[in-house]
């Protein structure tokens, strides 16, 4: 295994921490509040992280190509998630904001099913939309963890770029499916 797989790995394990710091923050104690902060920080520079050792190291793999997203969409769900629900937030997404975010996912993972069993392959491809989809996600999240006022704009900004994203994929995939069903 590479380096860049360990770091996706770690993020993968920071899952659970995250969520345990959401979960148990209580107003007034703000100490889990600031851990979720530092955890959530140091997962989104291990994703930044490990793009760039595989890149500039050639250490890309199938594993990694498969890990990295779906270690971003474990991370970003989770988080939307655990701060939708914990009622300790003032400031919390609306419900339909998360519905929109974790429908996308969903459907993405389903969709890179059905082409596996399909095809017997899985490519993952990210695009341009898709990377701004998941920056915006993860500021939206820190301004969450944050609890800054600004936030509502976010996340109806991370909101469009989640739909337009998902679309697009929708598109390319659909695409995709159709020349390998004409081959």
Known sequence: MTLATYLTLFRILLVPVLINAIAYYEK?????????????????????????????????????????????????????????????FTLRPPIWIVVVLTSRDVLIIMGLLIIFFTTGKIQVSPNLIGKMTTFFQMITVLFL?????????????????????G????????RRLREISVS
């Open 28 to 88: 007034g104690d703000e100490l889990l509040r600031y851990i979720a902060i530092a955890i959530f920080v140091v997962a989104c520079f291990t994703d930044a992280i490990d793009g760039y050792v595989a890149r500039v190291f050639k250490q890309k793999t199938t594993l990694g190509t498969l890990l990295d997203p779906l270690a971003d969409k474990l991370l970003l769900v989770s988080a939307f998630l655990s701060i939708t629900f914990q009622t300790n």
């Open 145 to 165: 963890l944050l609890q800054n006022s600004i936030v509502p704009v976010f996340w109806y900004l991370t909101a469009i770029l989640t739909i337009l994203s």
């Open 167 to 174: 679309a697009v994929y929708l598109v390319r995939e659909g």
